[in-house]
């Protein structure tokens, strides 16, 4: 792979990573707008205390989604940040580590993608694994998950 495609590969991950955080964003937005219409339809009847107990869910159902909302727009702010129109010769935000099995894409935390006929393991800047990896060069090794890794490129 040329420096050309390096640099476009890591903007279509970047661009993946953009699409699914938005996807999810929207989604904890309708399941707040939904868990608040359905508590304010929750009718108020002679069990008064079932009534309050279905509000005070649908109330904290609204919220927990509210939260995942604002955590996902949280972590959309962080990736608009990444840089990915550069190549990296170490493991930093906007490198790619491609090792044997698995490779790293250390942008946003998105977890385990299978993309590209590649498994990629999404991860934040601020992750405990990112940061293990940061200023690892291309052969060098780091333990994951028990089992040595080799650092075959980073881009």
Known sequence: MDDFEKKA?????????????????EAARLQADQAQE?????????A????????????????MHSRQQ??????????HQVK??????TAVAGAF????????FIAAGLGKQQLHDQT????SPAAPLARALYQKRAGDSFI?????????DIF
Do not use: W
């Open 97 to 104: 580590i491609q090792c044997p099995d698995i490779s790293f």
């Open 70 to 79: 604002a955590e996902h727009a949280r972590e959309l702010a962080t990736l």
């Open 48 to 63: 008064g205390d079932k009534y309050e107990t279905s509000r005070a869910m649908g109330q904290n159902l609204k919220d």
């Open 9 to 25: 590969f890591k903007t279509a991950l970047k661009q993946f990573a953009l699409d699914l955080i938005s996807t999810r964003i």
């Open 120 to 123: 990629i393991l999404f991860l």
């Open 84 to 89: 990915v129109d550069m190549l990296y010769s």
């Open 144 to 152: 994951f998950n028990g089992k040595p890794l080799l650092i075959e």
């Open 38 to 46: 359905a508590a304010n339809q929750e009718e108020k009847s002679s």
